[in-house]
């Protein structure tokens, strides 16, 4: 800094600058230029090094000081240089318009030495700013760093700038350990590190105990990294024996509407997604995540009114049958209609009200619709099929659940068995025990239970040994991943097996296409949910639904195994047949190629495969090789007819994966035998591969 302090005095009175001067003797580091007219002052600031502080006469009609002023403020290169401005007692109104340009001080006129020095003294120290000062670090406080940034901004409207929200994390901690004092200084080198590394392009202030704020002119792109940086390797120094950190939350302003208080919570909101890495301890404010923070804000606060002004209300989405396609039923639906953010989906407001357990007080209201609309069904007379409600996680854990249930049911005289229940499967991953207990608490008072999202989450079949379900409903994403993924695919027929074999029925959610549905009815997927049938209606239109289904639901035909019976002659086909009895339902191909084709529509109903070796068109091993490749085909199990003296066909048919064989001529009963075997030992090993291959897969 080896450099004097120059301090331009401006002034028409001689004796008055003469006063000035003299104050120079006593302070060597101080450097005087003098200029009795405006034009003088000029020339003096064009050839001269830029002042520290300009002692202006304004006051004097001789010289047009306030004229000056206006100049010196309009000028980039002067607005920061301090004015302290020569005043009278009685000049007022002139004082009141250099208050008006800025200036950082007032010094009353005729000049004496001792007051002339100590107002030099505090105009230059102070650098220029005049707002209100934290005593402790000597930045701006809050209140004057929001004017004199709005100030700034105002000036500058064509400038870029942005704003810094420095975060010492841990501080506190400094003053308990290290003591306030140890505190204290840390804080006042960090100010001076600030205001320094400001070089007037900028206005900073301490708004907090450890909140520094700055807003910086950021003429190219980065800049405001560049001072971050600056600051956290100059704090860095000070901070690793304390273990503080700095962090920063950036905001490039782009909307200069905002009030600097605003502009500092948003730099202070960009502070939540600073993230733990290392050094790089600086976020920048995100419109999408602050946003999503307000609404949901907004949300909570409005909620309790919301729910009392009937905002709130139910829509009801019917579910079919997979094979007849006749509703079998609907899941209510929650839907929130808010005067601002429009009507809002569940999905962003469940979450948030399931934190603090406002969603019990929601999932009572929706189960209550529910009973309204099924009171209301039963009144006019109209088909009654289950409805399901949702029962979030954080239900589950009211003592009162399954009571709250029952007078509801007994309010609206609705039987248990119209009522079914959706309780999430990530419940259980978090808390299985207590899912276990309610679930079967649940379950003994003949609630129907449907585990919803099933396969969304980390669990394992094992949850379904320990808690009994009536009902699955797979998981939405499965739905879209089946076109893209085959093991998608894959996993949906290993559950649906699954819970076949465990008498568990399925229903598939979110089945959008003909693909889907065609998909899911083949593979023996019970029911389905989706907009491919139906979107989610609200309760009158659901209601004038129903009114036109029949009250009695239509039946699917009796369940008999199916037995796919490929040979190319029909006597023999015929014969068998007889063979078997009427056990089964027989679907008859006369070579691979139709076997296939049938398989086509109906694999879901068909449980074995009888085929013969040779036929036209496609023969008895292209076929077995085929069903083996495919997943959908390759757990149907396959005996082949073949003629006692082909052993060579019978051992590459047994190869290829048939799993036994029936050699012509044939006994009748015990081909009757060996198909009722094959079918058993078929479903016990399924059954154990199946729950291997899920709980292997953990699904995801
Ligand atoms: P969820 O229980 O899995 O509900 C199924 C969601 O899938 C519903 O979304 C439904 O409208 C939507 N959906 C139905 N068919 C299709 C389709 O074909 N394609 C697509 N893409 N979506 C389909 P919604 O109503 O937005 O509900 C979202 C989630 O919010 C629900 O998922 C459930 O977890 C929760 N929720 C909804 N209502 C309630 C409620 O009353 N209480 C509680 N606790 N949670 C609820
Ligand atoms: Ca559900
Ligand atoms: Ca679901």
Known sequence: MGEKTTILIVDAKNEDRSILMQIGK??????????????????????????????????SPNLDGLRLLNFLKKNERFRSVPVVAGTLPGAAEVSRKAAKFGVADFLMKPYDVP???????????????????????????????????????????????????????????????????TGDNILKQIA???????????????????????????????????????????????????HFTLECG??????????????????????????????????????????????????????????TEGQFYVVFQPV??????????????????????????????????EKDGFIHKLDLFVWEEACKVLADLKRRGGALR?????????????PDLADSLERLLAKYQIEKKYLFLEIT????????????????????????????????????????????????????NFMQQLESSRRAGNIVISIIRMAKLLHIDTVAEGVETKEQKEFLKNIG??????????????????CSFMMKEPRHQEERTGYKKGVLVVDDVTVIRKSLIQALGDEYTYYEAANGQQALDILKTEASQISIIITDVFMPVMDGFELIGKLQENPIYSHIPIIVVTVSEERENEIKALKLGAVDVITKPYDPVSAKHRVKNVLKIAEAERLQMEIKLLNEKNIK
């Open 26 to 59: 006593k302070h060597p580091e101080y450097r005087f230029l003098e200029a009795d007219t405006v034009g003088r002052a000029l020339d003096l600031l064009e050839s001269e090094r830029k002042p520290d502080l300009i002692m202006l006469d304004i006051v």
């Open 115 to 181: 007051n002339a020095e100590a107002c030099i003294e505090k105009a230059i120290h102070s650098g220029g700013m005049q707002g209100e000062r934290d005593s402790l670090t000597g930045l701006y406080t809050a209140e004057s760093f929001y004017a004199e940034t709005a100030k700034m901004l105002r000036e500058n409207a064509g400038k870029e700038y942005t704003l810094l929200f420095f975060n010492l994390a841990n501080f506190a901690l400094v003053n308990d350990l290290q003591g306030r004092e």
């Open 192 to 242: 001076s590190t600030m205001a320094a590394g400001m070089h007037h392009k900028g206005v900073c202030g301490r708004v907090a105990d450890d909140h520094f704020v700055c807003c910086i002119e950021t003429e190219h792109p980065g800049d405001e990294l560049g001072f971050y940086e600056y600051m956290e390797s100059r704090v860095r120094k000070l901070a690793w024996q304390f």
């Open 250 to 307: 950036i905001y490039p302003i782009d909307d200069i509407t905002l009030s600097v208080k605003d502009m500092c919570d948003r730099g202070e909101f960009a502070l939540g997604d600073v993230k733990g890495i290392h050094l790089e301890k600086y976020a920048y404010y995100d419109k999408g995540t602050a946003e999503k923070y307000y609404h949901e804000q907004m949300m909570i606060a409005d909620r309790e009114k919301a729910l």
């Open 320 to 353: 079919f049958d997979a094979v007849i396609e006749k509703v079998v039923g609907a899941e209510a639906l929650v839907r929130w209609r808010h005067p601002v953010l429009g009507v809002i989906s569940p999905q962003r407001y469940v979450p948030l009200f």
């Open 386 to 398: 289950p409805i399901s409600v949702n029962v979030s996680r954080i239900d589950l854990y009211h």
């Open 425 to 476: 499967e990530s419940a259980y991953v978090e808390q299985p025990q207590e899912m276990i207990n309610v679930v079967s608490d649940l379950r003994k008072r003949g609630f129907k239970i449907m585990m919803d999202d099933f396969g969304s989450g980390y669990s394992s079949l094992n949850m379904l040994k320990d808690m009994p379900v009536d009902v699955l409903k797979i998981d939405m």
């Open 525 to 542: 997927c019970d029911e389905i949910q989706g907009y491919y049938f139906a979107k989610p209606m609200p309760a009158d239109d659901f």
